[in-house]
């Protein structure tokens, strides 16, 4: 049986990054701060990410979403 989709949003942060696998190396070249395995334990939840940049770079948190909106519109 097909499920069918529905135009639900999620909550701000839970969104998955498509195709985080393939983006691992690019995240890591933007933080280098942060090792790769490191992003992989991210399963490309964007609020993860945001989270870890705000930690290790000591940004708002604001700023760190704004830095992960950047890098997933240019991937």
């Excluded at 999620?10 to 690019?26: L, V």
């Excluded at 490309?44 to 700023?63: C, D, F, I, M, Q």
Aim: proline content about 3%.
């Amino acid at each position: 049986m097909k499920m069918q989709q529905t135009n639900q949003k999620t909550p701000q942060g839970s969104e998955n990054i498509a195709n985080w696998d393939k983006k691992i190396k690019a995240a890591h070249q933007n933080w280098s701060k942060i090792p790769e395995d490191e992003f992989t334990k991210l399963d490309g939840t964007r609020g993860k990410l945001a989270s870890l940049v705000e930690n290790r770079y000591h940004v708002s948190h604001s700023e760190a979403e704004s830095q992960v909106k950047k890098f997933c519109d240019k991937q």
